[in-house]
């Protein structure tokens, strides 16, 4: 439908006209069939505990939910912050409640232990629900939903003023959950050394622009009770599940050598406060925050990031489908110059190829070339002392021939002499004509 036919169908919707009923109808009891639904569901709560280690975080919680949850202490040596979540099934008359409370293991120990992963968990139970949400078939019904509805953020009762990393931290954190800032070990500080402290908290928090969570006041059954709460931040508290014997009453209470502080006195300490806040008053209302203001922040800048959005430019308001087909464009133009770009680089990887081949051959060949000609140089000389060495061996065997031939001569005129000498011998004593040699 054009934005125009929108327009004309908005501006023609006719008034709502009050009735009154001639009897008993029944949708008066849509309130209570929204509590029976609700009931059957049950509810979730997440807490995040954060503050330095040993500053009493599980003692608090098993003094809230008058119980002992199953916790170890974290050690002082971890590398780096660490989510640990726990989750409890808890019931309370005919109402089940899932609780997870999640520690920020290691927070606050030493350097290098920033909030980043308390961030990045908590965006990472938006985006797990956002997934949920986007699903085809989507299942929130019975979705068990671990966003952080409360962070309760434990303050080291040092009388001074907040840590910068307390601060830092808290900024972080503040448009992403409820944020109840809560003075722990409060009986470790005096009475007026204690609202000194509360005064300056608040004014650092205040100076520094930390939201932190205010009790509504709009819901006029609860108003003028959260008002008065929004006045005593931060919640100074006190955790113990030890019972001591106050009169004749049994009392959770921490028991000091010169007295006794019971939790659950509002003269002691504001632990009722807390508790009256956070679970029977607001925890709804924390809930409802979560989802209608942190996760709905997280979700629209996550959309927007995705390209969605609700109008253009001119205030005209845009379709899913407009944007899933504008998105889908823009991804088939990319991808095709993506393409294109691969084209390229493979067509020039070719061609640099090539040319690194015809070099090498080119290399190759002058090589070749070089070793023939070195052959051919080696041939030659080799030919060369061949040569010289037949004509050494013809000169050679000629003076041996020589030489035979002299030494022949030679032989041949020695064996003539005695012979002779021999002839002239015999000639002499008549013996010469019975043997006589011939010598050629
Ligand atoms: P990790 O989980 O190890 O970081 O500690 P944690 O913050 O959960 O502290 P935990 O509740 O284990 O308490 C640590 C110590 O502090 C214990 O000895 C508690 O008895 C003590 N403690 C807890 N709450 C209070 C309190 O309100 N006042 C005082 N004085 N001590 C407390
Ligand atoms: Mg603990």
Redesign the pocket.
């Known amino acids: 439908m054009a934005a125009t036919d929108l327009e004309r169908f908005s501006n023609a919707e006719p008034e709502p006209r009050s009735l009154s009923l001639g009897g008993h109808v029944g949708f008066d009891s849509l309130p209570d069939q929204l509590v029976s639904k609700s009931v059957t569901q049950g509810f979730s709560f997440n807490i995040l505990?954060v503050?330095?280690?040993?500053?009493?975080?599980?003692?608090?919680?098993?003094?809230l939910f008058n119980t002992t949850f199953e916790?170890?202490?974290?050690?002082h040596h971890e590398e780096c912050v660490r989510l640990r979540p726990q989750t409890y099934d808890l019931q309370e008359s005919n109402v089940q409640l899932k609780l997870t409370i999640v520690?920020a293991?290691?927070f606050g120990d030493q350097i290098n232990k920033d909030e980043r992963p308390i961030v990045d968990y908590i965006d990472a139970q938006f985006e797990n629900y956002l997934q949920e949400e986007l699903k085809i078939r989507r299942s929130l019904f019975d979705y068990h939903d671990t966003r952080i509805h409360v962070c309760l953020y434990?303050i080291t009762p040092t009388g001074h003023s907040l840590k910068s990393l307390d601060l830092v931290t808290m900024k972080k954190l503040d448009s992403k959950v409820n944020i109840i800032p809560i003075i722990?070990?409060?009986?470790?500080i005096s009475k007026s050394e204690l609202h000194k402290f509360k005064i300056k908290i608040m004014g650092e928090l205040v100076s520094n622009g930390v939201q932190i969570y205010q009790f509504p006041t709009d819901d006029e059954a609860v108003a003028e009770i959260n008002a008065v709460m929004n006045a005593h931040l931060p919640f100074a508290?006190?955790?113990?599940t030890e019972e001591v014997k106050v009169g004749n009453k049994l009392v959770r209470a921490?028991q000091y050598p010169w007295g006794v502080?019971q939790?659950e006195n509002e003269n002691h300490?504001d632990f009722v406060k807390l508790r009256e806040m956070l679970i029977r008053v607001n925890m709804e209302d924390l809930r409802e925050q979560t989802h209608s203001r942190h996760y709905e922040l997280y979700r629209r800048c996550k959309l927007e990031e995705m390209g969605f959005q609700d109008s253009d430019g001119d205030s005209q308001p845009f379709s899913l489908q407009e944007t899933y087909e504008a998105k889908r464009k823009e991804f088939l133009i990319e991808l095709q110059r993506k393409e294109e770009e691969m084209r390229q680089m493979f067509v020039n990887k070719v061609k640099e190829t090539e040319l690194e081949l015809k070099e090498k051959e080119r290399e190759l060949h002058e090589k070749f070339e070089h070793l023939k000609r070195i052959h051919q140089e080696e041939k030659r000389k080799v030919e060369e002392k061949r040569r010289e060495l037949e004509e050494e061996t013809n000169a050679f065997n000629r003076r041996k021939a020589a030489v035979e031939a002299l030494q022949a001569q030679a032989l041949h005129a020695t064996l003539q002499q005695p012979l002779r000498k021999d002839k002239d011998k015999k000639k002499a004593s008549g013996w010469s004509s019975i043997y006589s040699v011939t010598i050629p």
């Open positions: 505990c503050g330095e280690t040993g500053i009493g975080k599980s003692t608090l919680m098993n003094t916790t170890e202490e974290a050690s520690d293991v290691g434990f722990a070990k409060a009986d470790t508290v006190v955790g113990s921490r502080v939790v300490c």
